[in-house]
């Protein structure tokens, strides 16, 4: 099915003189004759280089009006800054045929007698999201085919001149001027295409035109233009809670920033379903607060103030009482409890839901906007110009059976290589700052520890409250945060250098490779230090007079310990830091665009002050790659909320409230703050969806070792059932201590000073299950050790098969492609096939009596004869 195209003022695909300016005026999308359309403006200046960039652009020009393109030079004196040049172009019929056969626009032949049925039992309850149908579906459905210049007579051509949208235009216009030369000679072929001319400054931009200003209604006042329906109705945050007006937006911008507003939009609905579980998870850990019997017994004078603890570094860290941890312990309780293991086990169901749901979403938006034959048709044939320019080698394509630029295999090995020992290199920075920054941990946490933990030290008040624990984890995770964004910074522009390298053949290779390439820095850039707080901190610390250190006991770094509460709460805070500041810089930097005043200076003039050209040429420009760069700063968060949700159960709702944000600043900023892009076709999210799927499936594995080894459930769950006496956690946290003689503690460990509440017959605590001193077996794991490491082994085997045996049953449940999208797929294809034989079968019909008319009719009689023939027939 095919929603037609519609043009620029009234949005169905009709135009008429009446919506057009008159000849001579600037504030127009046409030519000064108010006839021809403006599909492209480039824009330049001169300056001291002028010569050789004018033989360029004369003969770039030459060679686009010898294609058949009609061009018009504004003067720099009818600019406002008396200095830029413009050369709007108009792509006549002749050539938008030709290209729309070549590049096989689909374009429409016969009204749809497909029925759209619609379920409308609980339409109102949906009615308060609803925006007016004459912005949600503004055009009705035809069937389509490839666009074929010698059967121009077999599609609906109403008006050559509306017959291609404003996006198929500006798209095939586009197409032309990234493959002109502006080359003499055959010997300087790498001399094409507009992206070069603008990368060496002969031209200043260039860039299709809107059809109008966002904010203020088309000329006409019986219509209104389609950036002005979508400022009004989607990019202003009071719409918030409205649908995304998609059909439009495709209609506009093209169908790959629809697929990409459609992907987001289905994603923030999938997230409320998230975000209130994980409420619920939350508001069950804040209920069952003074049900908590560990954290009773941590903050009890008489069992935690008297339980004296070990030292946790060396030297600077003095002994200290366990109940100073009662705080922190009360807060690990809040994402660490029983309703924890059930959000992780939902998350797990609910990524595959989200998946599977998403490609039955993506396969009706294919069939609903034409482009379930698109991949095959168009994007393999769509060669890059750099390739074509790079690539001097030819070879024949046994397809085609035509000649063809190709990559050598010897040069494309050492191109790869190259690109993975860089890919290797940045990484291996990226793991060395994070050793840096469990560096800084180690030893800074000595520092804090004899600062807030020193009871002689008058800040009792901020020690209550203040860890050093928690103290090392904000400062490392904000310095963590700083390096990320620095990395991030850097490697973005050595992706593209390396990519670029690599000379891939079309661009939806290229974008592939280099989702592939970013997804991995940003995968260990962002989580690596979650994975370190998650899943090393206080697994390898050894125990007192044999502790175990980062680079060997002579750099006296010794390895964290966990708090008594579990390192659980220290998870969160770090995913909380770096997700929560990624976010927010994100938006500040969406938001607050460099150059806003210049895009919006145009509103405070008179409308006469400035042209429709010049109104667009202030605005930034929309790169390529920049849907790539809203992809991945959604799949990073994707992962946040999978990967470690079982530590904080509230990072959904996080993510809602902040693409709730996103999809409207980003249609801010496509309506107001960008040039209009050139329109895309995609028929789905790409490469993006493979990982995805990886990520949806590390998440089970990752969620479950949290639960197992980062969290305390799985040894409070075999203490309650095995080690209990009544069934109940009193006498938890003294079974879960260790004992030490503060005697043998050597004095490389012991601190410096101490207060003087004990004396070297006293036992010191620490956090294991090891044999007391005088024991047999002295210092070593008890069996208790070994039940809770068999249940926590047995928890990860149980907890992933049972996530991954429900993920898989609701993916083989839910068909990727809805039945009635099939059965409407065939039947279209089945009655395309059916009017296309019928169409050529009169047609010979028509050159059969041809042949027997001894007086041939006038031009104008014979078409309508042929025409009236035709549309019989069909």
């Known amino acids: 099915v095919y929603s037609f195209f519609a043009d620029e003022n009234n949005g169905n695909g009709l135009s008429s003189m009446s919506d057009r300016t008159l000849p001579g005026e600037v504030h127009t999308v046409f030519f000064r004759d ?19 960039k004018q033989e360029r652009r004369r003969e770039f020009e030459a060679n686009l009006e ?12 009818e600019s406002k800054d008396q200095k830029t040049y413009f050369l709007k172009v108009h792509a006549p019929w002749e050539v938008l045929a030709k290209y729309a056969d070549i590049l096989k626009v689909k374009v429409p032949f016969k009204d749809s007698d497909i029925p759209h049925g619609r379920d409308a039992a609980f339409d109102w309850l949906s009615f308060p999201f609803r925006l007016p149908d004459n912005i949600m579906h503004p055009v009705p459905d035809y069937f389509t085919y490839p666009f074929n210049k010698d059967k121009a007579d077999f599609f609906l051509i109403q008006d050559k001149d509306t017959f291609f949208s404003p996006s198929t235009r500006n798209r095939i216009v586009y197409y032309i001027l990234s493959r002109c030369p502006y080359y003499k000679e055959i010997k300087d072929k790498d001399k094409t295409g507009i992206k070069r001319l603008l990368s060496n400054g002969t031209y200043t931009a260039a860039f299709p035109l809107h059809d ?49 507003f459609a992907w987001l939009g289905f994603y923030t609905e999938m997230l409320f379903f998230a975000a209130v579980m994980g409420v619920i998870c939350f508001v069950y850990g804040l209920l069952s607060y003074d049900d908590n019997i560990t954290s009773k017994e941590i903050c009890d004078p008489n069992i935690g103030g008297s339980i004296l603890m070990c030292p946790l570094c060396d030297k600077k860290c003095p002994f200290w009482k366990l109940n100073s941890t009662c705080l922190s312990s009360w807060q690990s309780h809040l994402f660490d409890n029983e309703g924890t293991v059930f959000f992780a086990i939902f998350m797990g169901i609910w990524v595959t839901l989200f998946l599977e749901f998403w490609k039955r979403r993506q396969a009706r938006l294919e069939y609903e906007w034409d482009l379930v034959d698109f991949e095959e048709e168009q994007q393999q044939l769509q060669t890059r110009p750099e390739f074509e320019i790079q690539c001097t080698g030819r070879r024949l394509n046994k397809i085609t059976q035509e000649m063809e630029p190709y990559l050598p295999l010897t040069t494309k090995c050492a191109r790869f290589c190259l690109s993975g020992a860089t890919v290797l290199f940045w990484m291996s920075l990226i793991v060395a700052c994070i050793i840096g920054v469990i560096a800084y941990r180690l030893a800074v946490y000595a520092a804090f520890a004899s600062i807030i933990k020193d009871p002689m030290r008058k800040i009792q008040f901020v020690g209550r409250f203040i860890t050093p624990q928690l103290a090392t984890s904000v400062t490392a995770s904000c310095i963590n945060f700083v390096i990320i964004m620095i990395l991030n910074f850097l490697y973005e522009r050595v992706a593209v250098w390396i990519t670029d390298m690599e000379i891939p053949k079309t661009h939806l290779e290229y974008e592939n490779r280099l989702t592939t390439k970013m997804f991995l820095f940003q995968f260990v850039n962002y989580y690596s230090s979650c994975f370190y707080v998650a899943f090393f901190k206080g697994k390898f610390v050894g125990y007192p007079g044999h502790y175990t250190y980062m680079f060997g006991r002579s750099s006296k770094l010794r390895n964290e310990e966990c708090d008594p509460g579990g390192c659980l709460i220290e998870l969160t ?21 460099p150059n806003w005043w210049n895009s919006r200076k145009t509103r405070r003039h008179p409308e006469t002050h400035y042209s429709r050209w010049e109104q667009d040429h202030v605005l930034l420009n929309f790169s390529q790659l920049g849907l790539f760069y809203e992809y991945l700063e959604m799949v990073i968060q994707f992962g946040f909320i999978t990967l470690f949700v079982a530590s904080f159960p509230l990072a959904p709702l996080l993510a809602l409230f902040n693409n709730i944000l996103e999809i409207r600043v980003d249609a801010w900023k496509f309506t107001t703050q960008f040039k209009r892009p050139v329109a895309t ?47 109940s956690m009193r006498g938890y946290i003294n079974n879960s201590l260790s004992v030490y003689q503060v005697s043998e503690i050597p004095d490389s460990n012991m601190p410096d000073e101490h207060s003087g509440w004990f004396d070297n017959s006293t036992n010191c605590r620490y956090r294991d299950y090891r044999y007391p001193p005088g024991h047999e077996k002295e210092y070593t794991h008890t069996m208790q050790f070994w039940h809770i490491l068999a249940a926590k082994m047995a928890f990860i085997i149980i907890m992933e098969h049972v996530v991954f045996v429900v993920k898989f049953f609701v993916a083989w449940m839910i068909p990727d492609v809805p039945s009635d999208v099939k059965a409407r797929i065939k039947r279209e294809r089945y009655l395309v096939q059916e009017y296309l034989h019928n169409y050529e079968v009169e047609r010979l019909k028509l050159q059969l009596s041809a042949s027997f008319i001894t007086e041939p009719p006038s031009e104008m009689s014979s078409s309508m004869d042929k025409h009236e023939i035709l549309s019989e027939g069909l």
């Not at 492209?40 to 002028?50: A, E, I, N, P, R």
């Not at 400022?231 to 697929?259: C, D, H, M, V």
């Not at 770096?578 to 810089?585: D, I, L, R, Y």
């Not at 197992?708 to 209990?724: E, G, K, N, Q």
């Open 34 to 52: 108010g006839l021809r359309r403006i599909d492209f403006v480039l824009s330049y200046v001169d300056d001291k280089d002028g010569e050789k």
């Open 681 to 727: 076709k995609a028929r789905n999210i790409g490469s993006w969806q493979e990982i995805l799927n990886a990520v949806a499936i590390l998440s089970v594995v990752t969620n479950a070792f949290i639960m197992a080894f980062t969290s305390d459930m799985i040894p409070r769950m075999v203490y309650l059932y095995a080690y209990s006496g009544e069934a």
């Open 212 to 260: 109008c200003r966002y904010w203020k209604r088309g000329r006409n006042p019986d219509c209104e233009s389609e950036r002005y329906n979508l400022y009004r109705n989607w990019a202003r945050f009071l719409s918030f809670y409205k649908e995304q007006p998609l059909n439009l937006i495709r209609s506009y911008y093209g169908e790959k920033t629809g697929i990409y």
């Open 573 to 593: 805070t770090q995913l909380v830091i770096v997700m929560a500041g990624k976010q927010m810089c994100g938006n500040i930097q969406e938001a607050l665009l």
């Open 66 to 77: 010898k294609i058949g393109l009609e061009l018009e030079t504004e003067d720099k004196s």
